[in-house]
């Protein structure tokens, strides 16, 4: 069974960090671009960032553009976004998400989806 | 590319056929997604290039529509489908984006 489980989200003060990890399992992990997307309570979803299969090519949206960093390890089946110089906006449950492609072409639509790690930024 | 979707909200008995529209600020060809959503659950993928079905979807879920201009129908509504729908455009990969949701509830 192909599963995604996040997990390192938690409560961190205005300009703090935090990491997020996505374990992969039940798929060939290194096969496949990887995708976060996260949901403000009660809000709609926004795409953040995406890594190649081989984790040489990111592409982030400007919300988050110098402050985080999607990256993967191959070997541990793992995809990881480092989030720094948050904001209280950055409040959200962050999704990872699978991208439905190949490894060298991305879909950019997103099968299946971890069940979310909840980050709050508050002081 | 901004995407919008009507309504934001949508009342329907079980057994209605429901409809769900989906618009692009600019032509996104047929590169569109929908995704259902329970609440505290993660998206679900229904379908992808505007028209096909994911895997494992009831064919009671259809999309339709290029260009601009995308609907989502689901032709016998049933207990489970009570979600909030998303849109989604990959045409500009460099900014992947949502439509911000139609819920559908119990009437």
């Known amino acids: 069974e192909v599963q995604l489980v996040e997990s390192g989200g938690g409560l961190v003060q205005p300009g703090g960090s935090l990491r997020l990890s996505c374990a992969a399992s039940?798929?060939?992990?290194?096969?496949?671009?990887m995708h976060w997307v996260r949901q403000a309570p009660g809000k709609g979803l926004v795409w953040l960032s995406r890594?190649?299969?081989?984790?040489?090519?990111?592409t982030y949206a400007d919300s988050v553009k110098g402050r985080f960093t999607i990256s993967r390890d191959n070997a541990k089946n793992t995809l990881y976004l480092q989030m720094n110089s948050l904001r209280v906006e950055d409040t959200a449950v962050y999704y990872c998400?699978?991208?439905?492609?190949?490894?060298?072409?991305?879909?950019?639509?997103?099968?299946?989806w971890g069940q979310g790690t909840l980050v709050t930024v508050s002081s | 590319i901004q995407m919008t979707q009507s309504p934001s909200t949508l009342s329907a008995f079980v057994g209605d056929r429901v409809t769900i529209s989906c618009r692009a600020s600019?032509?996104?060809?047929?590169?569109l997604a929908w995704y259902q959503q329970k609440p505290g659950k993660a998206p679900k993928l229904l379908i992808y290039?505007?028209?096909r079905l994911e895997t494992g979807v009831p064919s009671r879920f259809s999309g339709s529509g290029s260009g601009t201009e995308f609907t989502l129908t689901i032709s016998s509504l049933q207990p489970d489908d009570f979600a909030t729908y998303y849109c989604?455009?990959?045409?500009?990969?460099?900014?992947?984006?949502f439509g911000p949701g139609t819920k559908v509830e119990i009437k």
């Open positions: 998400a699978r991208d439905d492609g190949s490894s060298y072409r991305p879909t950019n639509w997103f099968d299946p």
């Open positions: 290039d505007a028209s």
């Open positions: 890594i190649h299969s081989d984790g040489s090519s990111t």
């Open positions: 039940g798929f060939t992990f290194s096969s496949y671009w």
């Open positions: 600019q032509t996104i060809h047929t590169w």
């Open positions: 989604q455009q990959y045409n500009d990969y460099s900014l992947l984006t």
